[in-house]
């Protein structure tokens, strides 16, 4: 049968999708396609400097390998970007605003295929990853809401004169991000971005380099100017190439303090923007007139979701006295029920960590808790599932210490795996002090029926992101971003409007010029 032409691509692109859904289940996906996405088409790129492995988590079986970025690949996205950006730049918030629901329409409609390869490159639940889509598509449906609604300021001046102010895209913006939420990620970046009239050129992690490619596919499909959204795949040397690149106007980047702090070098040297999303160790106060089963259902929240591989993730547990044998005992118990396991089966809570060396680092870290004092009332060890599939996989049971002091490193740097450091407290005044003892300030929690007192922890907090009696629910319409070392700027919200725009003043004389010379 002979197709329309028009609908060749359509069915082709269609044809990359059913060929991942036919092999969804774990262990059998292979990559095939090219993972670099430029001028509307999957590429190999021009100059690839060296290829990677793909490991599969759950099995840690390699799915194929890729291709890493170099200068002159990462040259030509930048070019794709910039002519792009001419045309979208130039459409209305409201033609904008079309083709983001459009590709939020075209998400929701495939998120099941989405939810599952994001499981096979990370390890997360099938569970928690069918969460993370439906964030990432509601949140092209929040920035299509805003991209018609942007608009400047009328100011009266004497004589009649005026001036107004015009809220303007930036250019070619560039997004890097971290494993732990590939796809949401790459949508919390390019939604705002897009709705502000930018393109954007994306670099996932390498650990992670499945689904950004599909996201890119999307847009095309949703009906972007060819060359919008593009996406280079590459470590810190791709990284580096598009941060220093003069035609890129702007950087937001998620991930480790060490790198944003080299992002920011970077951008300092081009004078150009940045948005920091880096890591955390963020306290949750539970005071004892908590409703339990709400603190103790808060504090899984706080630390499990996605293997605890979670930048805002409460873990310093600080318990007032009172209720901390109770409490320890009933997050213990429900420590230990998470069932661990094949992350695409329907009833499993914690899958896999991201890599073999990821794993030997949480458990380093259990170690030199221990070695310091604290108790391991949990958990902690290596888990191997009765499968024989997933024998090689990264698991580990999720894990909660007892004893803990300020002073021990589990307390005090970001573990990034499913290690809930329990600390007691007495008073109020005594655990904000110890709660702001850190260099981090990405989010905070507490767990009190006193409303005033609700109210004036969070507000004593040095945390961009605070919850009162939840932790870790994440509606996009919140301002998400950090204080202190955890970052600066925001993802979400109106607010990240402002950081992917810029604002012109026009001052408009309506009488003579009265030069004073
Ligand atoms: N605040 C947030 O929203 C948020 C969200 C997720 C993860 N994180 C943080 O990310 C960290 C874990 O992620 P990770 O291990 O992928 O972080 P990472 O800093 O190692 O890497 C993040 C990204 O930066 C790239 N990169 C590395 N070196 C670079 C360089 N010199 N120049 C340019 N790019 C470079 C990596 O390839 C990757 O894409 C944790 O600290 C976590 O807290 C923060
Ligand atoms: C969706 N969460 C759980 C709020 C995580 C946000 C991204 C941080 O790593």
């Given at each position: 049968?002979?197709?329309?032409?028009s609908?060749?691509?359509?069915?082709?692109?269609?044809?990359?999708f059913?060929?991942?859904?036919?092999?969804?289940?774990?262990?059998?996906?292979h990559?095939?396609?090219?993972?670099?996405?430029?001028?509307?088409?999957?590429?190999?790129?021009?100059?690839?400097?060296?290829?990677?492995?793909v490991?599969?988590?759950?099995t840690?079986?390699?799915?194929?390998?890729?291709?890493?970025?170099?200068?002159?690949e990462?040259?030509?996205?930048?070019?794709?970007?910039?002519?792009?950006?001419?045309?979208?730049?130039?459409?209305?918030?409201?033609?904008?605003?079309?083709?983001?629901?459009?590709?939020a329409r075209?998400i929701?409609?495939?998120?099941e295929?989405?939810?599952?390869?994001?499981?096979?490159?990370?390890?997360?639940?099938?569970?928690e990853?069918?969460m993370?889509?439906?964030?990432s598509?509601?949140?092209?449906?929040?920035?299509?809401?805003?991209?018609?609604?942007?608009?400047?300021q009328?100011?009266?001046?004497?004589?009649?004169?005026?001036?107004?102010?015009?809220?303007?895209?930036l250019g070619?913006?560039?997004g890097?991000?971290?494993w732990?939420?590939?796809?949401?990620?790459?949508?919390?970046?390019?939604?705002?971005?897009?709705?502000?009239?930018?393109?954007?050129?994306?670099?996932?992690?390498?650990?992670?380099?499945?689904?950004a490619?599909?996201?890119?596919?999307?847009?095309?499909?949703?009906?972007?100017?060819?060359g919008?959204f593009?996406?280079?795949?590459?470590?810190?040397?791709?990284?580096?190439?598009?941060?220093?690149?003069?035609?890129?106007?702007k950087?937001?980047?998620?991930?480790?303090?060490?790198t944003?702090?080299?992002?920011?070098?970077?951008?300092a040297?081009?004078?150009?923007?940045?948005?920091l999303e880096?890591?955390?160790?963020?306290p949750?106060?539970i005071?004892?007139d908590?409703?339990?089963?709400?603190?103790?259902?808060g504090?899984?929240?706080?630390?499990?979701?996605?293997?605890?591989e979670?930048?805002?993730n409460?873990?310093?547990?600080?318990?007032?006295?009172?209720?901390l044998?109770?409490?320890?005992e009933?997050?213990?118990k429900?420590?230990?029920k998470?069932k661990?396991?094949?992350?695409?089966l329907?009833?499993?809570?914690?899958?896999a960590l991201i890599?073999?060396?990821h794993?030997?680092?949480?458990?380093?870290?259990?170690?030199?808790?221990?070695e310091?004092?604290a108790?391991?009332?949990?958990?902690?060890?290596?888990y191997?599932?009765?499968d024989?599939?997933?024998?090689n996989?990264?698991?580990?049971?999720?894990?909660?210490?007892?004893?803990?002091?300020d002073?021990?490193?589990?307390v005090?740097?970001?573990?990034?795996?499913?290690v809930?450091?329990?600390?007691?407290?007495?008073?109020?005044?005594?655990?904000?002090?110890r709660?702001?003892?850190?260099?981090?300030?990405l989010?905070?929690?507490?767990?009190?029926?006193?409303?005033?007192?609700?109210?004036?922890?969070?507000?004593a907090?040095?945390?961009?992101?605070?919850?009162?009696?939840?932790?870790?629910?994440?509606?996009?319409?919140?301002p998400?971003g950090?204080?202190k070392?955890?970052?600066?700027?925001?993802e979400?919200?109106?607010?990240?409007?402002?950081y992917?725009?810029?604002?012109?003043?026009?001052?408009?004389?309506?009488?003579?010029v009265?030069?004073?010379f």
């Open positions: 049968m002979l197709l329309r032409p609908l060749q691509p359509l069915l082709s692109r269609l044809g990359t059913l060929s991942f859904t036919k092999m969804s289940s774990t262990g059998t996906f990559l095939q396609q090219p993972l670099n996405y430029r001028t509307g088409s999957r590429v190999q790129p021009v100059d690839g400097s060296h290829s990677e492995e490991y599969e988590p759950a840690g079986r390699v799915m194929g390998k890729f291709l890493f970025s170099g200068e002159k990462v040259d030509l996205a930048v070019q794709s970007a910039k002519a792009a950006f001419k045309i979208w730049s130039q459409k209305s918030g409201m033609e904008r605003s079309r083709v983001l629901l459009e590709a075209i929701r409609e495939r998120s295929e989405i939810a599952t390869l994001e499981t096979i490159n990370n390890g997360k639940s099938i569970f990853a069918r993370d889509i439906d964030i598509w509601q949140c092209l449906e929040y920035y299509a809401g805003l991209a018609g609604a942007i608009a400047g009328h100011i009266q001046l004497p004589g009649g004169s005026f001036a107004y102010t015009r809220r303007e895209a070619v913006c560039v890097i991000g971290a732990n939420y590939p796809f949401q990620i790459a949508c919390w970046k390019s939604a705002p971005a897009l709705a502000c009239g930018n393109a954007m050129i994306y670099k996932p992690s390498p650990l992670t380099p499945i689904s490619v599909m996201l890119a596919e999307i847009f095309t499909q949703a009906g972007v100017p060819s919008l593009c996406v280079v795949q590459g470590g810190a040397a791709t990284g580096q190439f598009l941060c220093q690149h003069r035609d890129v106007a950087v937001s980047f998620t991930g480790s303090v060490p944003g702090i080299k992002i920011m070098e970077m951008s040297k081009g004078i150009k923007p940045v948005t880096l890591g955390g160790k963020s949750l106060i005071f004892s908590s409703v339990l089963e709400n603190a103790v259902n504090a899984l929240m706080a630390n499990f979701l996605t293997q605890g979670v930048c805002c409460g873990t310093r547990v600080f318990v007032q006295r009172q209720i044998e109770a409490f320890t009933e997050v213990v429900r420590t230990q998470i661990i396991g094949d992350p695409l329907e009833d499993t809570r914690m899958g890599s073999r060396s794993l030997e680092r949480v458990l380093g870290f259990i170690t030199q808790a221990k310091q004092g108790k391991v009332l949990c958990g902690g060890d290596p191997v599932p009765d024989p599939k997933l024998k996989g990264y698991y580990m049971r999720p894990c909660v210490l007892g004893n803990c002091r002073d021990m490193t589990c005090k740097e970001e573990i990034f795996g499913p809930m450091s329990i600390l007691p407290f007495d008073t109020e005044e005594e655990v904000l002090e709660a702001n003892n850190t260099t981090f300030g989010a905070g929690g507490v767990f009190t029926r006193d409303i005033q007192r609700a109210h004036r922890v969070v507000a907090l040095q945390a961009g992101m605070c919850f009162i009696n939840n932790y870790n629910i994440s509606p996009v319409e919140l998400f950090g204080y070392m955890s970052g600066f700027g925001r979400n919200g109106q607010a990240a409007m402002e992917y725009s810029q604002l012109k003043t026009v001052c408009v004389e309506m009488g003579d009265a030069s004073v």
